[in-house]
């Protein structure tokens, strides 16, 4: 390996490290409660070191935003061989485990205001890049297929429901999960049974297969936060 060859998978290393790092500390401290100094400091770098691979805070959380659009992108791929029904059934069970599994994260990236504009590079369009693309991509497939209700046809929407019922009750827990005056049931269970509920409300009855829970595939959820 030559020199330059070298110095750039240094650079990348150290900027890698730059972002894992600020996931865990935007994770714990919020947006707002960090600055660039901040962030320096608590992740061990010089702040002209995080200058020299990123302009500001906005950059680094922009970037992470695109990383785990990209990362979950990549864990649904891994269901690519399934029927478009359980596709979306194993979709929404990674999101709602890593939610689970990695709330602090999950918070960050799912219910924090983010500062990506529409005109940001995020592959929209692309299933290889975006988790959204891609499952819009498998609604469309379904609808291919055939395998939704008649009332049901307009992708986009399909997939705004589909999303909404892997988001909604670990959304609702991580933000009111201390309220103790609600008697909240087990996270992931309740959110599983919510796709199927909703899958089952969505599809031909003739296109279900009913889930065996106990060999339901579970996220590689660390990977997913990186």
């Known amino acids: 390996m030559g020199v330059k060859e070298r110095r750039e998978r240094e650079r990348t290393q150290v900027r890698e ?32 070191v995080i200058y020299a691979h990123f302009r500001d805070k906005e950059a680094i959380i922009t970037e992470l935003c695109h990383r785990q659009l990209r990362s979950l992108a990549r864990a649904f791929a ?12 194993h979709i929404g069970y990674v999101y709602a ?8 994260h999950f918070r960050f ?51 705004q429901l589909a999303w909404a019922s892997a988001h909604g009750v670990v959304a609702l827990q991580n933000i009111k999960g201390s309220a ?14 919510l796709i199927d509920a909703t899958l089952e409300g969505l599809v031909k009855s003739e296109a279900i297969k009913r889930p065996a829970r106990s060999s339901a595939r579970r996220a590689p959820a660390r990977r997913l936060a990186r």
């Open 180 to 193: 103790g005056w609600i008697e909240w049931r087990d996270a992931r269970k309740t959110a599983h049974r």
């Open 17 to 48: 490290r730059i972002l894992d790092a600020a996931l865990d500390v935007f994770a714990k401290d919020g947006i707002e409660g960090v600055t660039m100094r901040a962030l320096a400091d608590a992740i061990e770098y010089s702040p002209p």
């Open 97 to 104: 485990d890593f939610a689970v599994d990695h709330p602090s």
């Open 109 to 159: 990236m799912f219910l924090t205001p983010q500062l990506v504009t529409d005109n940001e590079d995020v592959g929209k369009d692309d299933p290889e890049r975006n988790a959204y693309a891609y499952l819009k991509q498998t609604v469309k497939d379904g609808l291919a297929a055939g395998v939704f209700r008649p009332e049901y046809t307009d992708a986009e929407e399909i997939t």
């Open 78 to 89: 891994t269901f690519g061989a399934l029927d478009p029904v359980e596709r979306l059934r």
